[in-house]
C-alpha cells in the first residue's frame, strides 16, 4: 500500500478521499489554487501546495505543476477524484513517466472510453447493445445533419468528449439543428478541447441506470449493484438511487453482465461506471463509460458496506479486489441528492455568493453529508456550485424517502441561493415516491416540483417579530440586576406601558407590527391580528408558542434580513429601515447578466434590429452556456462587452429599445 498519495482535486471528492486515506494511514498532499487558500480540503490535508491562479486552467488543469508537486511532496500515486484531470489519458502517461501510480484506469482504456465514438464501436464488438446513430470522425455539420434525420427527430448531441451534461443538446426538429450544432460544439471546445460531436436517436421516456464496474490487475472484474440517476437537469443528476427500483431480476443480471463485459473489453482496471438507457419495454442500450469514480458512488457503498475509494486505493497498488460476485451483496436502499448553490426558478442557474449561514443534518448510521465547505466560505463562479452531497439510507426505499425528507428539512443555509426546496418538493412529489420516473421527469412534473407552498405569512412574521424582540432583550440585559426595569421588554416608562413598533418585509410587502410585554407573556399585533405569545431564544433556535400552538425553529439574521427554518418551510422577511433606498428597478430595455460568468459569443451587433426570443449574447458560467435572448421586438442601441470579458451577475449586457407597433 502506498505511504503518501497526491489528490489532483478540490471540495468534497478530495475531502472523501483524505478520510479514507487517513483511516488506511496514508499521507495526502493536496494541491489548491489562489481561490482555494483556505479551503476545507487544505485544511484537512498533511501538506498542501499552491499550484495557481483561480481559473482551473491556471491550476487544477496544469498537468507539469501537480507532477513537479508530486515529486517534490514524495507522493507515491496521484488520486485525480472526479472531474479536471481525472478522465485526461495525457496525465496519466504523464505520471508514468515519471514513476508515479496513477490511482485510475490504463491509459489505454481512458483514451478507448474518452472518445464517446470509440467507445461506442468497441461496445458493439463486445456485444453491448447501442442506441441508433452516428459516431464517425466526418464532422461536417450537412453529415451530421443527415445521420440525425436518418435517426429521426428527436435526436441527442453529444461532445465525444463530454460528461457532465456540457456539450449536450437535445434537437427537436430540423430547424433547431445548425443552432444546437454550434452551441455543443462550443461548449465541448471550452470545457474539453475538443468539439467534435456524435448524434444518436433520443429516446423519450428512457430511465438512465448505470453500473458500477471493478477491476483489477489480476483480471478479476465485478460489478457493484446498480443506479438510477434519472432524475435530471440540464442533463446533470440531480437525486439518484441504489439500487435502481423497478427492473427484473433477469435484466438486472444482463445489465451487470454486459457492464462487465465493457470493463474486460477494454482491459479496465479500478472504478468504472458504465451508463445505460433503460427504455419502458426492459430493453437497455449503452450510453457511455465514465472510467473515474462517479459523484454518486456513495449509494453504492450504503448499500454494499463497502468503501468504493479504498478498493480504488487497494486495486491501484496492485492488490487483488477484496470481492468476488458471489460474495457481493446488496442491503436496504440509499438515495443520494446534490445541494447545489442554484436558482431552481430561474432554469437552475449557477449562483454564486458567501455560506454565511450553514448547518447540515446530523450524520448517523443513516444520514451522510460529503461536504468540501464550511461556513463562512464563497461559492465563486471558478468551480462547480456543488455545496455538498446528502446521503441517506434505510430498509427500503419508502424508510428512505422519509429519511431523505427529514435530513432535506435539517438542512439550513443562508447567503447564497440553493436548491434545497426543490430538492424537498422532489423527495416529496407522489410521482417520485411511486417512481414514476424516466429523464424528462422535472418537465413532465414542472408544476408540482415548482409549486409554491400556501404559508400563513402573518404567524411567519410574528415569530420573526418574536425572534427580533428576544434578541433585542438578550442584547440589553443588565445581568447585574434582573429586576431592572430597562430589562423589561417593553422600553419601561414610569407610569406607562410601551408597545414597541417595527414593520417587516415579506416579498415586497410590509407588515406593520406592534409588540407589548406584561408579566406573562408577549402581545404582537402583525397587520389586524393579535397573537399571545410565549418564548424561549437559545442561540438560533427559538421554541414559542402562539396562540396555544407550539413552534421550535431556527432563525439566522443576517444585519436586517431575517430567514426562518421551520418543518422544511424557509421564510425570508427583513426589518424596513426608513433609510434605506428602495430604489428603481432597471429600465425596461436593459439586459443584465444573469449571473458572473465569461462572455462567449455576442449572437448581435448596435442597430441590428431583433425580435422577442432571439438570442443576444451567451455567458458561460462554471462551464456552462446561458443564452440571453431579446424579452420583445426591438432594436440593439449599445452593446457592451465582447467575447472573452468578465462580467459580473447584474452587469448591463446590452441595451434594447423596443420597436413601436404599427398602427
Sequence with gaps: MFNKILIANRGEIACRIIQ?????????????????????????????????????????????KIIEVAKQSGAEAVHPGYGFLSEN??????????????????????????????????????????????????????????????CGYPVLLKAVAGGGGKGMRVVWKAEEFEAAFDAARREGESSF?????????????????????????????????????SVQRRHQKVIEEAPAPNIPAEVRRAMGEAAVNA???????????????????????????????????????????????????????????????????????????????EDPDADFMPATGRLDYLRTPTESHHVRVDTGVVE?????????????????????????LRRLSQALADYRICGVKTNLGFLAQLAASPAFRSFSVDTGFIDKHNSELFRADEIDEQRYIALAATYLTLARKQQALNPDDPSSPFN?????????????????????????????EDDRHYLIHVDNTEYRVNATLDGDKLDATLNGH????????????????????????????????????????????????????????????????????????????????????????EVFFVPGDLVDGGAELIALERMEAKA
Design 20 to 64: 479514507t486515506a487517513h483511516r488506511l494511514g496514508i499521507k495526502c498532499v493536496a494541491v489548491y489554487s489562489e481561490a482555494d487558500r483556505n479551503a476545507r480540503h487544505v485544511a484537512l490535508a498533511d501538506e498542501a501546495f499552491l499550484i495557481g491562479p483561480a481559473p482551473s486552467r491556471e491550476s487544477y488543469l496544469r498537468v507539469e
Design 89 to 150: 489519458a495525457a496525465f496519466a502517461e504523464a505520471l508514468a513517466a515519471n514513476g508515479i501510480t496513477f490511482i485510475g484506469p490504463p491509459v489505454g482504456a481512458i483514451e478507448a472510453m474518452g472518445s464517446k465514438s470509440a467507445a461506442k464501436q468497441i461496445m458493439e464488438k463486445a456485444g453491448v447493445p447501442l442506441v441508433p446513430g452516428y459516431h464517425g470522425d466526418d464532422q461536417r455539420v450537412d453529415l451530421i445533419k443527415r445521420e440525425a434525420e436518418r
Design 193 to 229: 478541447g475538443n468539439g467534435d460531436l456524435l448524434v444518436e436517436k433520443y429516446l423519450t421516456k428512457p430511465r438512465h441506470v448505470e453500473l458500477q464496474v471493478f477491476a483489477d490487475q489480476h483480471g478479476n472484474a465485478v460489478y457493484l449493484g446498480d443506479r438510477d440517476c
Design 263 to 341: 470493463a474486460r473489453a477494454i482491459n479496465y482496471e479500478g472504478a468504472g461506471t458504465v451508463e445505460f438507457l433503460y427504455d419502458e419495454d426492459g430493453s437497455f442500450y449503452f450510453m457511455e463509460m465514465n472510467t473515474r469514480l462517479q459523484v454518486e458512488h456513495p449509494v453504492t457503498e450504503l448499500v454494499t458496506g463497502q468503501d468504493l475509494v479504498e478498493w480504488q486505493l487497494l486495486v491501484a497498488a496492485g492488490g487483488t479486489l477484496p470481492l468476488t460476485q458471489e460474495q457481493i451483496r446488496l442491503d436496504g436502499h440509499s438515495l443520494e441528492v446534490r445541494v447545489y448553490a
Design 376 to 400: 463562512g466560505d464563497v461559492v465563486s463562479h471558478y468551480y462547480d456550485p456543488m455545496i455538498a452531497k446528502l446521503i441517506v439510507w434505510d430498509e427500503n426505499r419508502e424508510q428512505a
Design 488 to 516: 423589561r421588554l417593553n422600553d419601561w416608562r414610569l407610569n406607562a406601558n410601551y408597545a414597541r413598533t417595527l414593520e417587516l418585509i415579506h416579498a415586497d410587502k410590509h407588515h406593520p407590527v406592534t409588540v407589548l
Design 550 to 637: 407550539r413552534f421550535s425553529l431556527a432563525i439566522h439574521q443576517q444585519e436586517q434580513q431575517l430567514t426562518l427554518f421551520h418543518d422544511g418551510t424557509v421564510f425570508e422577511c427583513a426589518r424596513h429601515q426608513p433609510q434605506w433606498d428602495d430604489g428603481e428597478g432597471q429600465h425596461e430595455g436593459s439586459l443584465a447578466a444573469p449571473m458572473t460568468g465569461t462572455v462567449v459569443a455576442v449572437l448581435c451587433e448596435a442597430g441590428a434590429q431583433v425580435k422577442a426570443g432571439d438570442g443576444l449574447i451567451v455567458i458561460e458560467a462554471m462551464k456552462m452556456e446561458q443564452t440571453i435572448s431579446a424579452p420583445f421586438d426591438g432594436t440593439v442601441t
